[in-house]
C-alpha cells in the first residue's frame, strides 16, 4: 500500500505570508495528487487535483506542484479564513491520505 | 446542485454490524461514481470503499473483510454495511462523489457513529 507522509504536522504563520505544505508518497504516484482543506466541525474540500489543477471556486493564492513522489501546496499569501487542517491524498492507486498539517495565524 | 446526505444510527453495539444509507440528488449513480471516507475524532480521514458507477465495488484492503457498498438507483441511494464494529470504528462517516481524475470532490455533512456498549 501507498504511505503519505505530510510535513509539518502543525505550522503557524503571518497574515500575508507565503506558506509551503509538503506531502511526499512512498512510491510513484506520477501527478495523481489532491488537497483538501478542512476546517473545525466541516467535512474536507477538494482544493487541488492532479498536483496542480485548481478546483472550481477556489482562490487562486491556492496552488499546488509536485509529481512522483514529492509534492507541494503553496498559499500565495495567507488570509484568516486559511485556518485549518490540510490534507493530502494520491488516487494513483486506490486512495490514501496523508495525517494533515494544522495551519494556524501567528 | 450536487448534494449528498448520509442517514443511520449514531450509536452501535460492539460487534455489531453498522448500516448507513447516502442519499444523493443532482447527479447520476450511473454516471458519477461515490465513496464512503471515515475520520476518527483529530486524526485523518480513510477511504473505505468505493461504488463505480457501473455497479462495480472497490474495497480498501484493510476493511474488505468486513464491509459491502451496495446501491438502488432508483432511489439514489447508496448503502454502506460493516460489521464486527469495534470502538476504534467510532468517527465521522462521510460519502464523496468520486470520479478517478477528480476524487472525492463533493462531500456529504458527515454522520457521527459511536462504537459503545
Known amino acids: 500500500d501507498i504511505q503519505m507522509t505530510q510535513s509539518p504536522s502543525f505550522l503557524s504563520a503571518s497574515v500575508g505570508d507565503r506558506v509551503t505544505l509538503s506531502c511526499k508518497a512512498s512510491q510513484n504516484i506520477n501527478k495523481y495528487l489532491a488537497w483538501y482543506q478542512q476546517k473545525l466541525g466541516e467535512a474536507p474540500k477538494l482544493l487541488i487535483y492532479?498536483?496542480?489543477s485548481l478546483q472550481t471556486g477556489i482562490p487562486s493564492r491556492f496552488s499546488g506542484s509536485g509529481s512522483g513522489t514529492d509534492f507541494t501546496l503553496t498559499i500565495s499569501s495567507l488570509q484568516p479564513e486559511d485556518v485549518a487542517t490540510y490534507f493530502c491524498l494520491q488516487h494513483n492507486s486506490w486512495l490514501t491520505f496523508g495525517s494533515g498539517t494544522k495551519l494556524e495565524i501567528k | 446542485q450536487v448534494q449528498l446526505k448520509e442517514s443511520g444510527p449514531g450509536l452501535v453495539q460492539p460487534s455489531e454490524t453498522l448500516s448507513l444509507t447516502c442519499t444523493v440528488s443532482g447527479f447520476s449513480l450511473t454516471s458519477y461514481s461515490v465513496s464512503w471516507v471515515r475520520q476518527p475524532s483529530g486524526k485523518g480521514p480513510e477511504w473505505m470503499g468505493r461504488m463505480w458507477y457501473d455497479g462495480d465495488t472497490a474495497y480498501n484492503s484493510a476493511l474488505k473483510s468486513r464491509l459491502s457498498i451496495s446501491r438502488d438507483t432508483s432511489k439514489n441511494q447508496v448503502f454502506l454495511k460493516m460489521n464486527s464494529l469495534q470502538t476504534d470504528d467510532t468517527g465521522t462517516y462521510y460519502c464523496?462523489?468520486?470520479?478517478?481524475?477528480?476524487?472525492?470532490?463533493?462531500w456529504g455533512q458527515g454522520t457521527l457513529v459511536t462504537v459503545s456498549s
Open positions: 464523496t462523489r468520486d470520479r478517478p481524475t477528480r476524487p472525492l470532490a463533493y
Open positions: 492532479n498536483a496542480n
